[in-house]
């Protein structure tokens, strides 16, 4: 072989060593391993208010000592806190996000995507953003001094950002009334088309039954209020969003249902006509909040007093 062609094959070599070099470093630097705690809270279970801001809502989930509120007057679903905490618990960034994209979605998720806020008695705790791809399919948790992560929760597929993007109205519980037999004192029922079938339950001495009338079906009665304790709402609206619900708010409710604890506190519903082809039904909580309710949610619970004879 002559000196030029073994000079040709020193460079190749050469230049093959300098790839591979180049590969592993970048393969080390990708493979470091990651601070699984990042976005942790060490005493999680202390912690007693978070705060989701997003550039259309801010959000406030409180702890009142005895369940969660979201933004101090409404009831939190005790289901929705559990996944909240079950993920701020589990959720582990995977891996930096590589470094020709940090700069576009540290740009997004300080635009669109939900800044968290982590409180021990007003102490803040933890404070990072979280978002996503536009498919859902990536998380992203930034921190301000380590930049942007992506987020798994391991042995799961899941978008774990999803939680956290949820609106006040999707926070809240979607139990209506929400009573049970120590608690329930009284029950009203007003039609407004039907007047002569209105009906009022309560403890008529043997026990709860309609009041001012002939013993009723027992089975027929308990299996109404059953049915009215545990009346859970589709979705809670936000007015002026759909103005089909907007202009049907404005009529006279067909049914009107009140129900009384023992502290004489009262839920008021008021139940809406369905609109053609529309397979929800419309109710309005304590004469301001629009609520969706399914056709079959309804039904159990539109009674009259005829409906109770034996």
Do not use: H
């Not at 559990?82 to 960034?93: S, W």
Request: hydrophobic share 40%.
């Amino acid at each position: 072989m002559s000196q030029e062609k073994k000079n040709k094959a020193l460079v190749a070599s050469l230049g093959g060593l300098i790839v591979l070099a180049v590969a592993l470093f970048f393969y080390q630097s990708d493979s470091q391993e990651v601070d699984k705690n990042i976005f942790k809270v060490q005493d999680l279970s202390s912690v007693d208010r978070v705060t989701l801001s997003s550039a259309t809502e801010e959000v406030e989930l409180s702890f009142s000592g005895s369940k969660w509120l979201v933004n101090k007057n409404q009831e939190a679903d005790e289901q929705l806190i559990t996944v909240l905490f079950a993920t701020l618990q589990q959720a582990e960034p995977k891996r930096q996000v590589a470094n020709n994209l940090k700069d576009s979605i540290t740009s997004m998720l300080l635009k669109e995507g939900v800044k968290l806020n982590l409180y021990q008695e007003n102490a803040l705790v933890k404070s990072f953003y979280a978002g996503g791809n536009s498919a859902k399919t990536e998380a992203y948790f930034l921190d301000n001094d380590l930049g942007p992560y992506i987020m798994t929760i391991p042995g799961y597929r899941v978008y774990v950002s999803g939680v956290f993007e949820l609106t006040a109205n999707g926070w809240r519980d979607r139990r209506v009334f929400n009573f049970n037999w120590r608690n329930f004192k009284k029950l009203e029922t007003e039609f407004s088309r039907q007047p002569n079938q209105n009906f009022s339950i309560s403890d008529q001495g043997a026990g709860f039954d309609l009041v001012n009338s002939p013993p009723s079906d027992t089975t027929k009665l308990n299996d109404y209020l059953d049915a009215v304790s545990l009346l859970v709402a589709k979705e809670y609206l936000t007015p002026g969003l759909i103005p089909a619900y907007d202009s049907l708010l404005q009529t006279t409710p067909i049914a009107t249902i009140r129900v009384y604890d023992l502290g004489d506190n009262t839920m008021t519903l008021d139940l809406y006509p369905p609109i053609e082809d529309d397979q929800d039904a419309l109710g309005r909580l304590n004469a301001a909040d629009p609520v969706l309710f399914s056709r079959s949610q309804v039904i159990p619970i539109l009674k009259t007093r005829d409906y109770f004879k034996k």
